[in-house]
């Protein structure tokens, strides 16, 4: 997963108490990660201490960073800054091929552009030295076809 750093943060600052702090440190290093329970399988997001199925301790599991749009939003309207200088921008919950689902915003796109089930990959935002956030972008294949036209509107 692509890192992008040294750009200004002007977002409020993810918490990283918990378990999102190993999360966070884990996308500054490029790595997309989410929960495994070892006694059940069952696979979740976002970091808890427990697995929400039976309650185990769930480890760590890496993560293709491609996934599909299950369903996004379009914000148009919103006044408070930084995000308002932002709209129109998508925002969505995206299928994971390894189980569960994530969300975030959806980039390097234009949001008229964005439909249910595009495929897409993660990158990560540095926020501060040795901490990231996922994002998500068109899959290249999809970001070409687009451009060319051939979604079959």
């Given at each position: 997963m692509e890192v992008r750093r040294g750009r200004a943060w002007n977002r409020p600052i993810p918490n990283g108490e918990g378990d999102?702090?190993?999360?966070?440190?884990?996308?500054?290093e490029g790595r997309l990660l989410v929960q495994r329970c070892p006694a059940c399988d069952h696979r979740q997001f976002y970091p808890r201490p427990v697995c929400t199925r039976c309650g185990a301790t769930p480890e760590w599991l890496e993560c293709a960073g491609t996934g599909t749009v299950h369903t996004y939003t379009i914000i148009r309207q919103y006044r408070a800054e930084p995000f308002g200088s932002e709209v129109p921008y998508a925002l969505a919950m995206i299928d994971l091929p390894e189980g569960p689902r994530i969300f975030g915003p959806i980039t390097d796109v234009d949001v008229d552009d964005v439909h249910i089930d595009m495929p897409v990959e993660a990158y990560a935002v540095e926020f501060e030295e040795g901490r990231a956030v996922p994002q998500w972008r068109p899959r290249a294949s999809e970001a070409t076809a687009a451009t060319a036209g051939d979604r079959g509107r």
């Open positions: 999102y702090g190993e999360f966070y440190a884990a996308c500054a």
